[in-house]
């Protein structure tokens, strides 16, 4: 498609804005976990490092922070094991009622996170009668992470196909030594991928987290917005904030570069 001078342009300037709108506001937060003045006047009147190394000692930072990856690590470990297997069971299985299990499976990541809040709250509380703490939110970010393994795995099995798994089934190899040896390779990079974004989403999730916790667990975005609003914290809390967004690109570019990398190569 062929577009004129003014198109173009108009186009361009748009890509300009939206980024503006994204990564402006991130870029102050990282130039305010600097700024010298308390009150975070500006433009800023000094530069300082005081502030990373109060959040460098600050014994809640790194309680939350251990509390944030028990629970990515938990979550991320459910995901992988569930989306798999029901990537494999939608993929590569004809059944009744395939396409609604597709929507379910998918469903929890566009529900507004208060409403599944709110439903794992009442069912761990009132039907299960489970207390709240890291195993109930663990579950709970659990059932927005396997969307990512989900949609990772199942895209990676449409594009691979059958015709090695087959050929690995007709030289004699049974099920298991076929999936360590011809299927796991070809979907490692998706796993990886999933993963790594299921990681970061259970990481920053805060409403969701806030109904499933309890009173004794606190993560890393529980964390900051306790103490978002407490003069005296408010540097060690834009620290915060700016150490998440740089290792936030991590896990995003390579999960980015996974999921659009090639298939395995075969003989």
Known sequence: MTLSRTARVLLRAALVLGLAIIYVPLAVVLVNSFNADRTFAWPPSGFTL???????N??????????S????????AIALVLGTMAAFAVQRYRFFGRDAVSLVLVLPIALPGIVTG????????TIIGVPLGLFTVIVGHATFCVVTVYNNVIARLRRT??????ASADLGADMFTTFRLVTFPMIRS?????GLL?????????????FTAGAGVRTLPIWIFENLFRPNQAPVVNVVAAA??????IPIYLAQRLSGGDTPHHR
Do not use: M, Y
């Open 190 to 194: 998706a796993l990886l991928a999933g």
């Open 244 to 249: 998440l967004i740089l290792l936030s690109v």
């Open 198 to 210: 299921s990681f970061a989403l259970s990481f920053d999730e805060i409403i969701v987290t806030t």
């Open 58 to 67: 600050s014994g809640g930072v790194r309680d939350a922070i251990l509390t």
């Open 69 to 76: 990856v028990e629970a990515a690590l938990g979550a991320t």
């Open 161 to 166: 196909g059958l015709r090695l798994e087959e």
């Open 50 to 56: 005081r502030w990373w190394v109060a959040a460098w």
């Open 118 to 125: 709110i439903a794992l709250n009442n069912t761990f509380h």
